[in-house]
Every structure is written in structure tokens, then in C-alpha cells.
């Protein structure tokens, strides 16, 4: 079963209709340093229960998890 999230506007802003934000724009919706993001990526494999998906070098997190955690929902 797939449930789908509003974006809240803010995020609908950085996001621009894109599926998936870089991990700077991650860190800008979660108000917290894109270090933090990598930081926990290497030590966990996700941050805040979302993984992204790898594009090259650049990890890439998908806007609807995003959305789940920023509406104050289990992302997944």
C-alpha cells in the first residue's frame, strides 16, 4: 500500500516537482547542517529513517519521506 504526503510548502519550494532533493537541500528542510545529514548516513546508512538512493557520489532523498517527516510521520 503506498500512502501518499502533502509536501508542505516549504519544501514544495526547494523541491520544484523533482522526486528526489540532494543532501543540502535535505539539510535546508530539516533545519539542521548537511554534515549532520552525511554524518549519519555513514554511520546508520539513513538519517532520520529515510535512505537515499545513490546517484554517483551524491546521495539523493526521496521528497515524499521528506514530506512524511516533516508532517511528523514515520517516514518509509
Request: glycine share 8%; hydrophobic share 40%; proline share 5%.
Amino acid at each position: 500500500m503506498t500512502t501518499k504526503f502533502a509536501v508542505p510548502s516549504a519544501l514544495a519550494i526547494i523541491v520544484e516537482g523533482r522526486d528526489h532533493i540532494q543532501t543540502v537541500e535535505f539539510a535546508r528542510a530539516t533545519n539542521r547542517s548537511s554534515q549532520t545529514i552525511r554524518k549519519n548516513y555513514c554511520l546508520t546508512g539513513e538519517c532520520y529513517g529515510i535512505r537515499p538512493v545513490k546517484f554517483g557520489n551524491r546521495l539523493h532523498w526521496p521528497v515524499a519521506a521528506v514530506a512524511a517527516l516533516l508532517s511528523g510521520l514515520q517516514p518509509g
